[in-house]
């Protein structure tokens, strides 16, 4: 099958290149990029006033399948994914049950391939049930697939086990993705420890609860020589820390999430659960802190932390309601709207935090925009206009803090392999 994506600007962060140029995909593959091909397509997508990008990869994905899919599954949030942009996700291990053997790694990855819809990497736990005991069997799920390691959700408390599972992970050639919360400190707190929550009457989570366990992470990973990389990073020093520890030259990336860089704990209105994620939404400094981090390259890429749960769930009020919000759907907006047209990234380096860093650190031969590379890819409108509205979610969540806010940039169509798996 020919596929021609024709009119659009080619995007691709492989070697910097911005160009206008169709793309001609053929099995799968990218055929040829260049001036107007002339070839008879079976498919058109037109892409003028568009960009043609990598398709976006998204290292922070909660699908909630097995186990809890009334609030997700494969399915619908690999539906989700591909209206988003995103062509390959990584699934957490925070499932139930938890994805600590092979054959849950497995269920996972068929139910993927049996959607058909974008590529579904399924994450492995680094202990047996999340308890933070004894490791799981990390070699059984390396030879089932996993691209990573994470006890995401949780963190594993006891450094010597945690030591275990790096020094596994180099052997395995494969990174540790890294929830940083230290337990005992956070205690019962559902946000950000500053005045304007105090006033609230909520118990509060501080920058330690973070910072403390970055600056662990980060000494093992000095120490085993682990690909280390820190999911969610929401202080200042959480920055701080990374840029010295890669000035040391330790193996260590990190990701921000939109609500990070975009919401401050004073944009919380109330007793609403849909403001309430984890690690919480912190203060202007702290915002500030992650887009000047973004901008300088310090932290490497932008994930979503999607976090699906029902209404009911979310609707008893914030210190009741599970932690998270969705952000699959809306993600590639919010950066053309709060980074990119804020002048922080250009839509290069949006390219390498959604596509290209991810893949180069997930070790995929994925995230660029380069003949004979697999034709994964994402036709993105930037200066459309829209309103965000849940009701028009394809992810089972509609648990979002940013329902009503205005945007620019609507992603137009998604290819995965070479065929269009969402076309708005």
């Given at each position: 099958m020919l596929l021609l994506i024709e009119n659009g600007t080619v995007i691709n962060p492989g070697d910097g290149t911005e160009l206008k140029a169709d793309v001609l995909v053929e099995d799968g593959?990218?055929?040829?990029?260049?001036?107007?091909?002339?070839?008879?397509?079976?498919?058109?997508?037109?892409?003028?006033?568009?960009?043609?990008?990598?398709?976006?990869?998204?290292?922070?994905?909660?699908?909630?399948?097995?186990?809890?899919?009334?609030?997700?599954?494969?399915?619908?949030?690999?539906?989700?994914?591909?209206?988003?942009?995103?062509?390959?996700?990584?699934?957490?291990?925070?499932?139930?049950?938890?994805?600590?053997?092979?054959?849950?790694?497995?269920?996972?990855?068929?139910?993927?391939?049996?959607?058909?819809?974008?590529?579904?990497?399924?994450?492995?736990?680094?202990?047996?049930?999340?308890?933070?005991?004894?490791?799981?069997?990390?070699?059984a799920m390396v030879e089932a697939g996993i691209p990573a390691i994470s006890e995401d959700g949780k963190t594993v408390m006891n450094a010597q086990l945690y030591r275990e599972a790096m020094t596994l992970a180099v052997k395995y050639d494969i990174p540790v993705l890294s929830h940083c919360e230290d337990v005992n400190m956070a205690g019962a707190g559902v946000v950000n420890a500053d005045k304007a929550m105090k006033k609230m009457k909520f118990a509060g989570i501080s920058n330690a609860v973070e910072d403390v366990i970055i600056a662990r992470d980060i000494m093992l990973a000095k120490d085993t020589g682990a690909a280390l990389h820190l999911c969610h990073c929401s202080t200042k020093d959480s920055v701080r820390l990374v840029e010295l520890a890669k000035?040391?030259?330790?193996?260590?990336?990190?990701?921000?999430?939109?609500?990070?860089?975009?919401?401050?704990?004073?944009?919380?209105?109330?007793?609403?659960?849909?403001?309430?994620?984890?690690?919480?939404?912190?203060?202007?400094?702290?915002?500030?802190a992650l887009k000047e981090g973004l901008k300088a390259g310090i932290i490497d890429v932008i994930a979503t932390d999607h976090a699906p749960h029902t209404a009911i769930e979310k609707g008893v009020g914030i210190k009741r309601a599970p932690f998270g919000i969705v952000g699959l759907e809306t993600a590639a907006a919010l950066v053309m709207t709060e980074l990119v047209n804020q002048g922080y990234l250009t839509v290069m380096q949006m390219a390498e935090k959604m596509s290209y860093n991810p893949a180069k650190i997930l070790g995929l031969d994925k995230g660029v925009v380069e003949e004979g590379k697999p034709a994964d890819l994402v036709v993105f409108d930037?200066?459309?206009?829209?309103?965000?509205?849940?009701?028009?979610?394809?992810?089972?969540?509609?648990?979002?803090?940013?329902?009503?806010?205005?945007v620019k940039g609507v992603v137009m169509a998604t290819i995965v392999d070479g065929k269009v798996v969402y076309e708005k």
């Open positions: 593959k990218i055929k040829k990029i260049g001036p107007k091909q002339k070839m008879k397509a079976d498919r058109v997508v037109d892409a003028a006033g568009c960009y043609v990008m990598p398709g976006f990869i998204d290292m922070h994905v909660h699908l909630r399948d097995p186990g809890q899919e009334h609030k997700e599954t494969v399915e619908t949030g690999s539906q989700a994914a591909a209206r988003g942009g995103f062509t390959t996700i990584v699934a957490m291990p925070n499932t139930k049950p938890v994805v600590d053997n092979a054959d849950v790694v497995n269920y996972v990855h068929n139910k993927a391939k049996d959607v058909r819809r974008v590529h579904v990497l399924q994450t492995g736990a680094v202990t047996r049930g999340q308890r933070g005991e004894e490791l799981a069997d990390i070699e000035q040391e030259g330790i193996r260590v990336t990190a990701e921000a999430c939109p609500h990070h860089f975009t919401l401050t704990s004073e944009d919380i209105p109330g007793d609403d659960a849909n403001y309430k994620m984890n690690p919480p939404l912190r203060t202007k400094e702290d915002v500030q930037p200066k459309k206009q829209y309103v965000i509205d849940p009701s028009e979610f394809y992810s089972k969540g509609k648990n979002t803090p940013f329902a009503g806010r205005k």
